[in-house]
């Protein structure tokens, strides 16, 4: 894989930066990959390749192709990467190969950033950090958050309708930032082309979530990223306190917040401020705004407001949530079935039989239902990998195009 220099194109109001991305085994997923600002971050943008690298070092791994940078790293963050490649590789050897990272150079940037910035969704773990970061909450000056990041086109490829809900996401969050006195920092990028269908975000988290402060890195000074699982969770995620900070450079700081305390914990502290009744934005499903109300991520957040007494002061949760809809609360994934014993043992808690009971039922019908459907899955996935014609009969199947 060949990273090549980067190029800054100014057009309107916006800025893109990008590079193009060789792919040496693959010609075919040989792209640009850019992400695009608006035109007032241009004097913050690097020259250097730290934001790129960063984005495409588990891709390369899972290509086992060595990266050859047209361009100048941080020599800390060259460092980061081979403990990065270090703990993919011990924890799935078959799927994370390690590979080497040839740049033309080191190169520390004279900048000194400022800003801090948080990744920020909408949801409970990124509004738990930006509350956690505000003057009242952090006395600090040097860890109170100056900017939010805010990304189109990260978890799934952009299109039309994804382009019109996150306008209506952003308009909203800049008006909330506004009121905060924090800058809302939007970006567009196409990083879900090259990933989309071949690894799971939930992977990537770390690596892409770090790339866009390196990005700005004369700009930010420190980055947080929100935690999706607590210190205790066995569960293996993209951003978790071991990977994020070695992504850090000399001058960029990037740090794994909010792992000291449970999910369940954090919904209530977040239902406690009234700014959130409007804008808790916690599934990628639904239209603007408003959560979709019947996957498994609306599911979980709903009964815990429900059981905090908050659910009703939610606009943005528009539909009821009914124990008729609980049948269909599947979870695919043991850090999903994890949540789902936080909520039953406060339901215990608070003597709530009727909740105990239902999220009993929903973890029963993992065990019954959702392992034969793993085990089908990982076969299916072997098959992809050895046969064209079984590729090709999933394709006509699907719909859709399948790479392998």
């Known amino acids: 894989m060949i990273i090549h220099e980067p190029k800054i194109e100014k057009k309107g109001n916006k800025v893109k930066v990008s590079s193009y991305i060789e792919v040496e085994k693959r010609k075919d997923l040989s792209n640009y990959l850019w992400y695009e600002f608006d035109k007032e971050y241009e004097q913050y943008?690097?020259?250097?390749?730290n934001g790129f690298v960063s984005s495409m070092v588990l891709f390369a791994m899972y290509l086992n192709e060595d990266i050859k940078l047209k361009g100048k790293i941080s020599p800390k963050l060259d460092y980061g990467l081979k403990e990065v490649q270090n703990f993919f590789n011990f924890w799935n050897p078959e799927k994370f190969k390690k590979i080497r990272i040839i740049s033309e150079g080191y190169d520390i940037q004279r900048t000194e950033p400022k800003g801090v910035m948080s990744t920020f969704s909408g949801g409970i773990d990124s509004f738990y950090t930006l509350w956690k970061h505000l003057p009242q909450n952090?006395?600090?000056p040097y860890s109170q958050i100056t900017h939010c990041l805010l990304i189109n086109g990260f978890a799934d490829p952009i299109n039309d309708e994804k382009n019109e809900s996150f306008k209506i996401l952003e308009k909203e969050y800049e008006n909330l930032m506004k009121k905060l006195n924090i800058k809302l920092v939007s970006v567009k990028t196409n990083y879900a082309d090259f990933y989309y269908e071949k690894i799971p975000h939930y992977f990537l988290d770390g690596v892409v979530l770090s790339s866009i402060p390196l990005l700005l890195g004369k700009l930010v000074s420190r980055h947080y990223i929100s935690s999706t699982l607590d210190y205790l969770s066995n569960a293996i995620w993209g951003s978790n306190p071991?990977?994020?900070?070695?992504?850090?450079?000399?001058?960029?700081?990037?740090?794994?917040?909010?792992?000291?305390?449970?999910?369940?914990?954090k919904t209530f502290i977040v239902s406690?401020?009234?700014?959130?009744?409007?804008?808790?934005?916690?599934?990628t499903k639904g239209f603007g705004i408003n959560n979709c109300c019947k996957c498994e991520k609306c599911f979980r957040t709903m009964i815990t407001l429900y059981l905090g007494g908050k659910l009703s002061k939610y606009k943005t949760f528009p539909k009821k949530l009914t124990r008729k809809k609980l049948k269909h609360w599947i979870l695919f994934a043991d850090y999903q079935i994890n949540f789902a014993n936080e909520i039953k043992n406060y339901a215990k808690k608070t003597n709530r039989e009727d909740i105990v009971k239902m999220i009993d039922r929903v973890i029963l019908r993992r065990k019954i239902l959702t392992k034969p459907l793993e085990f089908l899955y990982e076969i299916s996935a072997k098959l992809k990998k050895k046969s064209k014609t079984y590729t090709k009969l999933i394709k006509l199947i699907k719909g859709k195009k399948y790479e392998t």
């Open 45 to 49: 943008l690097s020259e250097s390749l």
């Open 242 to 265: 071991i990977v994020d900070p070695m992504l850090s450079t000399e001058k960029t700081t990037i740090i794994h917040d909010g792992g000291d305390i449970r999910r369940l914990d």
């Open 272 to 283: 406690k401020w009234p700014e959130t009744y409007n804008l808790l934005k916690v599934c």
């Open 138 to 140: 952090e006395k600090n």
